[in-house]
């Protein structure tokens, strides 16, 4: 039973490019969660989505990014014409149900997409 | 004030040592407290979950004090594989925007 899945684990841009980050949620979870981390720094919420719905996008910043969850295939965090202030590690979770208890699922994250922008 | 803060770090302690990490939150609403630990360049692994009653899982103790909004972790007898980034994670009304703190440094030396 494989774990959350994130694709690519390296990303590097140029400035002004789009940045596309997958993350295929363990089978049977139906929801997921983005997290980034910039450097030293702990891991900020970003967007909580269901299939096919956004549930919450407090964290992401409103212009640049955005996420989607399609019925079929993976969830997609896209960032486009990325700045240098982009670089960070993007981490992506799953749960098959909201809430508490998907903090004590061990195989919470996946290992996260480094991108970096040059 | 973050809403989640600990101790600065980094700790460098000898192999062997107790060494004890702080965590303070601002949300008294609160619902779930965790310790995670975080290897270089890797993903957050859950440690342990934190109750009211505290609780032990070997040389790993985590306290919580409702009342001054702490949380505490205690590791005895350090082992050179306990050296990682420990981060101190909340969980607010609400189920699932979990908030983390901006983590504490360990190494334990030979």
């Known amino acids: 039973n494989a774990g959350v899945m994130q694709n690519p684990r390296h990303l590097v841009r140029r400035r002004g490019q789009e940045a596309r980050l997958r993350c295929s949620p363990m089978k049977g979870h139906s929801h997921v969660y983005w997290y980034r981390q910039l450097p030293e720094e702990g891991l900020k919420f970003m967007v909580y989505l269901q299939k096919e719905n956004i549930i919450d996008e407090s964290g992401m910043p409103k212009e640049r990014f955005s996420a989607e969850f399609p019925k079929e295939g993976p969830s997609i965090l896209r960032i486009q014409q990325v700045v240098r202030g982009d670089s960070a590690a993007y981490f992506c979770a799953s749960s098959p149900t909201p809430g508490q208890e998907i903090m004590n699922t061990e195989a919470f994250f996946g290992q996260g997409t480094r991108l970096t922008v040059v | 004030r973050k809403e989640v803060e600990q101790d600065p770090g980094p700790f460098n302690v000898p192999e062997g040592a107790t060494v004890a990490f702080n965590c303070t939150y601002s949300?008294?609403?609160?619902?779930?407290f965790f310790w995670y630990r975080q290897d270089c360049r890797k993903e957050p692994k859950l440690l342990m979950s934190?109750?009211?009653s505290g609780n032990e899982d070997g040389r790993f103790t985590a306290q919580l004090n409702r009342a001054s909004q702490y949380i505490s972790l205690l590791i005895r007898d350090s082992k050179l594989s306990d050296s990682a980034t420990y981060l101190c994670v909340v969980l607010p009304p609400g189920g699932f925007k979990t908030i983390f703190g901006a983590g504490t440094r360990l190494f334990v030396k030979a």
């Open positions: 934190v109750y009211s």
């Open positions: 949300n008294s609403a609160s619902q779930s």
